[in-house]
């Protein structure tokens, strides 16, 4: 028999797809950047009214921390441009290159993320937090850190083809036309598969491992992050951070807060050190050139710091 939340959030969930297939359709026929713009503002607040209204997801959950940044990463830039809020320099990529493709396959990753969320509702909504975190499987446990381990294998690899001296010397952009000469995909294809591992392993490991898998996969992530590589490094963070929630390891409130301080901080950090060679990068740049509130560049945020200057 279906639970409460399945009866009550089935209706919710086909309306919430409908709007999610109207704006995307919206998004990728009209041709007009922004209306995509639009397109995508409101895809967004479907899923995030879908998360908290239907699914009764706690707006600081992990689940929820990871769709603000989606959000704020995505659309801090275009949805003040499209509203005519952006008071100050508009980068030229985005009045040169069309962007409706671009936001209409961000409105399928909305609508994916939702999906994803509702169907996790639904399938674990009444399993006790102690129970949860009980279950574990030491062979899927060991398989993830086999997983995560080969992961690492195939970054050094990568690294190898493309020649560690060239990488060395490289920017994070320069990085990418590296790869794409040197690299038969070792390197990229490293930094989806490590934390494929991390997440069976800490899905699956024993509660007195979670600690150390955990420490494992910030060491990762703090060296991917490190290289330049901020989504690949802040994904997997927030993915773990809900799988230990999921098994009932509950971190305060307080802590999401602190979380999405640091994403702040972290997107202009990477940006300020993918800027320069990887031989070249230091804590004391990050100190000196990040600034806070550029983490969602030409955002709203941004754009009221600006409009305070300027009055």
Request: hydrophobic share 55%; glycine share 8%.
């Amino acid at each position: 028999m279906r639970s409460r939340l399945q009866r009550s959030g089935a209706a919710v969930f086909g309306l919430s797809v409908a709007a999610h297939a109207g704006f995307y359709a919206a998004a990728a026929g009209a041709g007009d950047d922004r209306l995509a713009a639009f397109a995508a503002a409101g895809s967004f607040t479907v899923a995030v009214g879908a998360a908290l209204r239907s699914l009764e997801i706690h707006p600081l959950a992990p689940a929820m921390l990871y769709l603000w940044a989606l959000g704020a990463f995505h659309l801090g830039l275009v949805t003040p441009w499209a509203l005519d809020m952006s008071s100050g320099s508009v980068p030229l990529w985005l009045l040169t290159h069309r962007l409706d493709t671009s936001l209409a396959l961000l409105i399928v990753a909305f609508a994916c993320y939702q999906t994803g969320l509702t169907f996790a509702a639904w399938r674990w909504p009444t399993i006790a937090s102690s129970r949860t975190a009980l279950l574990h499987s030491v062979g899927m446990y060991r398989i993830g850190l086999a997983v995560a381990a080969f992961g690492v294998v195939l970054l050094i690899a990568g690294a190898w083809t493309i020649g560690f001296d060239r990488l060395a010397q490289a920017t994070y952009f320069e990085s990418y036309r590296l790869t794409q000469l040197y690299d038969p995909r070792l390197f990229i294809s490293s930094l989806q598969v490590s934390p494929m591992g991390f997440y069976l392993a800490m899905a699956a490991a024993p509660v007195r491992r979670m600690p150390w898998v955990a420490a494992l996969g910030l060491v990762w992530c703090v060296a991917v992050f490190a290289l330049g590589y901020r989504g690949f490094a802040l994904t997997p963070a927030a993915a773990m951070l809900a799988v230990m929630h999921k098994r009932g390891f509950h971190l305060p409130r307080t802590a999401g807060l602190a979380a999405l301080t640091v994403v702040l901080f972290a997107i202009p950090a990477a940006r300020s050190l993918r800027d320069n060679p990887l031989s070249e990068r230091s804590l004391g740049d990050i100190a000196v050139e990040t600034q806070p509130l550029e983490g969602i560049e030409g955002s709203a945020a941004a754009c009221v710091r600006s409009s305070i200057r300027s009055s």
